[in-house]
């Protein structure tokens, strides 16, 4: 794989925020307050006043402060690159001031515009031929497409794990830092065949791109068949184990986790109906405040709602399956694949 160069992105916050690449690093040049007080200058008195303006606000001590957050990046970095939105005047300044310190850097022509129209065109146009890893939920297909050499992580990328029980703590990416990981993954991958989990439209708050889900509405199916046994401790494992961990890392209690159990509950009440929503609310409260194991709320969920859904859906399916079987046969088939 291709190193990625590491992206100093002079951006103000709010516009990395709403988009950018991985292995950006953000070291405005302008912040926030600073950009708008500028850009308020530029609608009313020109150009020439709003640039005056921001040399003047980024100046002296502040001036030197900026620049050796630069400095230190760029040491600790390696073939770090310079980016503003359009490669403009913050890019060009920022290069000017760490070359008269004696780091001579690159900056992006065209800035993040450019290469975003870039990545844009690139997932309009995918070449590679997609594979779908399917299964019945906690298979623990994101296992294997972790371990895969020549697959992407949609979910990994989306930070969520792709059911109405996925939603994690922490946010999800922009839709447009989601479509610019996929693209920097994608262009990483040397193989013809690229192997991705059978996902919906949509992941969480994210969607595919339109030519990338055509695209697996129409690959071929490695089917994962695990018993439901290990399904069941599976889940329990990243639903619960691991998400409790995570919950307690960010700051959240146990109760915050049931409490956003029981709203994706909610989510898919109208499907499940009154009485199962009602059973399954009841083992889910059990089972946080130990009256009884996960393992009840898991494996009525997964029976009554999860596999029936699943049939319906690989139904429509069956003739696009070019392999199925266990975790180390699936596993094995998708590895030799050129």
Known sequence: M??????LDVRAEQEYAKGHFPNSINAPILNDDERHQVGTTYKQQGADAAVALGHKLVSGTLREQRIATWQSICTEHDNVHIMCWRGGQRSSLAQQWLAHQGMERPR???GFKALRQQSLEILGRPD??????????GSAKTVIIKQLP???DLEGHANHRGSAFGRRLTPQPSPVTFECALTADYLQHSQQNL???DESRTIGSVGLPERWHQSMQHADIALLEVDIEQRISHIEEEYVDQALHEAEQHGFTQEDVHQRYQSALLRIGKRLGGVRLQTLQKHLTQAFTGQASHTAWIDY?????????YDYQLSKKQQRIRVRGGTEDVTA??????
């Open 2 to 7: 291709a190193t990625q160069p590491t992206f």
């Open 108 to 110: 992006i022509e065209g």
């Open 128 to 137: 590679k031929t997609f594979w779908l890893l399917s299964g019945r939920t």
């Open 150 to 152: 020549n697959s992407i």
């Open 195 to 197: 192997v991705v989990e």
């Open 301 to 309: 969920l997964l029976r009554e709602y999860y596999d029936p859904m």
């Open 333 to 338: 088939f998708l590895q030799q694949l050129p």
